[in-house]
């Protein structure tokens, strides 16, 4: 017998959100609808300032929308108290972002425990599994050093071990690959093509690479804050 | 635990900015430490009324030791006290020059010492009575490094040192004479500026010294010892308010320097707290974190700050200024004043920021540099 269709792990409908800049107000997202299933590597792309990080923001809970509706892994994110935020984001995202975004003070793998210690895990074991996650990226020998002695492409290594350590069932990329080489790029997106084909991940990436649509199962663009198939 | 131990992680990865937290809120501990030990110091320990003595003093003169009263004074004192007093005497009381330093010269005839101006004898002997001797305070030493043994020329007389007394209820550095060698060293001139009145067991002391205030005559003043000590302190360049106002001063810098360096340090790692709770850390759990570093640093900022004041008065207790000596140590309740406000604003320093970071939007705060 077939398994049961699983419901998408994200549905956006009619999803809007501005922003107060100095120039005035910026409308990033004029009415998203998009849906998501399970186990996809969607691409989203378009040009810089189309709505892309606003979107992949809004997804992962690290932003409110105006209006709309949100759903991911079967959350509200438009009612979901701030407690119920947090455990989502504990629990069900992953983040890579452009810049990296680890802890400067902390060694890498104390950057990747800190992902298991939100979970609750205690300090060694996270730090135990945490080298384990290192190792599987290439980087067990770079596990001491802290973010400014490794190299953009290590950094960013480093921060998937992170997103993936707590096994989130949807991974978001924002720009995974802009700050890196291109030989470092293709290292980045095997990682990310590998955890969503051998473990299903679901993974959101935007970028404004069309080189790397070939390593989604679907990609979409995101211009003046709508989607266009 | 868990917190504990990334937050040592966090302060030993991140020593630099920790020890220059420290390094600012040390100094500013011992300052204040050693302003708030200035102003206890200046303003002295309280004595009970029942334990003071009942001076008798000239009313008009710029101070008690320029005054001059008239000998039938003491007779007046002696006669209206009556049976109430279980002593009256005459004292010398005049500031004198000695080297660079300015002390006081106290003079009451040796019976008096103990019983009247309850002085005790820390080490050597009295005077002699009539000789060339005398006996100094305890703020002598801070004031002048004089000791027992050495020998001092007053007006020309050289005098020995005999001994070193407690002077309860006196901040001034005094030397002490025989009522008599002090009144043949002035020649008679200077006459006496005080009668003290000692008021006898039982006695009630404002009602004795209401009853010397209603029968003295225009030119006399009746005042308790403390009244005339604090007039004094007062004109030695009004130290009691100024101190009140160091001390005010003292506190706030130390809690405006508490505040702000913990919250500025809080400012420069804005975004690592979105990091963090881009990772679903909970507001609440990283203002704890981010205020336990805080009380860290203070803590051990002030204990630094501590160390520093107690190793300065413990080798400086006194300090003197003109007669006027001040015993510099902090109280205990200047200590215990000086770890809450360190420890607690600096906690305030760190929750404000924090818990304000805490209610922005996640994305604000990774897009801070």
Redesign the interface.
């Known amino acids: 017998m077939a398994p049961p269709p699983q419901p998408p792990i994200i549905r956006a409908s009619a999803l809007a959100k501005a922003y107060r800049r100095a120039g005035g107000r910026v409308e990033a997202l004029r009415g998203v609808d998009l849906v998501v299933e399970a186990g996809e590597f969607l691409m989203v792309m378009g040009p810089s300032g189309g709505g892309k990080s606003t979107l992949l ?1 809004l997804i ?1 809970g ?3 929308a105006d209006a709309g509706t949100l759903q991911v892994a079967g959350t509200d994110l438009g009612a979901a108290s ?2 119920a935020l ?6 069900t995202v992953g ?1 890579v ?1 452009q810049f990296f ?7 890498a793998r ?1 950057n990747v425990a ?2 298991l ?3 609750g895990g ?2 060694d074991g996270a730090r135990r599994r945490a080298s384990d996650l290192l190792e599987k990226v290439d980087l067990g020998h770079r596990a001491d050093h ?1 973010p400014s002695e490794l190299s953009g492409g290590e950094q960013q290594r480093v921060a998937i071990a ?1 997103a993936v350590a707590g096994a989130p069932p949807l991974l978001l990329a924002d720009e995974p690959t802009g700050d890196v080489d291109g030989e470092t790029t293709a290292t980045i997106m095997d990682v990310l093509s590998g955890l969503n084909r051998t473990r299903g991940v679901t993974v959101v990436m935007v970028t404004h690479d069309i080189s790397l649509t070939g390593y989604a199962t679907r990609h979409v663009e995101l211009r003046d804050g709508r989607i266009s198939p | ?2 917190l504990l ?2 937050l040592a ?2 302060l030993t ?2 020593w630099r900015r920790g020890l220059l937290t420290v390094l600012a809120i040390a100094p500013i501990a011992t300052a204040f430490l050693i302003v708030m030990g200035i102003s206890t110091g200046l303003r002295g320990p309280e004595i009970p009324l029942s334990r003071q003595n009942v001076l008798v003093v000239s009313a008009n003169a710029l101070d008690t030791a320029s005054g001059r009263l008239d000998p039938a004074v003491l007779d007046l004192a002696r006669a209206t006290a009556g049976e109430d007093a279980a002593s009256v005497g005459p004292m010398i009381f005049r500031p004198i020059k000695a080297g660079d330093t300015i002390v006081q010269l106290r003079a009451a005839p040796l019976a008096d010492w103990t019983e009247v101006h309850g002085l005790a004898l820390l080490n050597g002997r009295l005077p002699a009575p009539g000789a060339d001797e005398m006996a100094v305070t305890e703020g002598i030493a801070a004031a002048t490094g004089w000791a027992p043994g050495d020998r001092v020329e007053i007006f020309g007389t050289e005098f020995a040192v005999t001994g070193s007394l407690r002077a309860p209820g006196t901040k001034f550095a005094s030397v002490w004479m025989d009522f008599d060698r002090a009144d043949r060293l002035f020649e008679g001139a200077a006459g006496y500026q005080i009668v003290a009145v000692r008021p006898a067991p039982g006695t009630d002391p404002v009602e004795l010294r209401n009853r010397l205030a209603a029968a003295a005559p225009p030119a006399v003043a009746v005042y308790f010892e403390s009244a005339i000590e604090n007039e004094q302190a007062a004109r030695s360049a009004t130290a009691g308010r100024l101190s009140q106002v160091a001390a005010g001063i003292a506190v706030a810098a130390l809690a405006f320097a508490a505040f702000n360096l913990t919250a500025l340090t809080l400012a420069e790692r804005r ?2 707290l ?10 609440g759990a990283l203002s704890t974190a981010v205020v336990v570093r805080s009380v860290l640093l203070a803590a051990a900022g002030y204990a630094l700050g501590a160390a520093a004041a107690a190793a300065i008065t413990v080798a400086r207790p006194e300090v003197s200024v003109r007669s006027f000596v001040v015993d510099v140590s902090p109280t205990a309740a200047s200590w215990i004043t000086g770890a809450v406000l360190a420890i607690g604003v600096s906690a305030a320093g760190a929750w404000v920021p924090a818990r304000s970071a805490g209610r922005r ?3 604000s705060l ?1 897009e801070e540099r």
Request: net charge positive.
């Open positions: 923001n992962g690290l932003d409110r701030e407690r947090d455990a989502f984001r504990r629990t983040f972002f975004n680890l802890l400067p003070t902390l060694d104390d800190m992902a210690v939100a979970r205690d300090w802290r992170r | 635990m868990t131990r990334f992680r966090d990865a991140d975004r690592d979105g990091i963090a709770r881009a990772l679903g850390f909970a507001p939007p996640i994305r990774l």
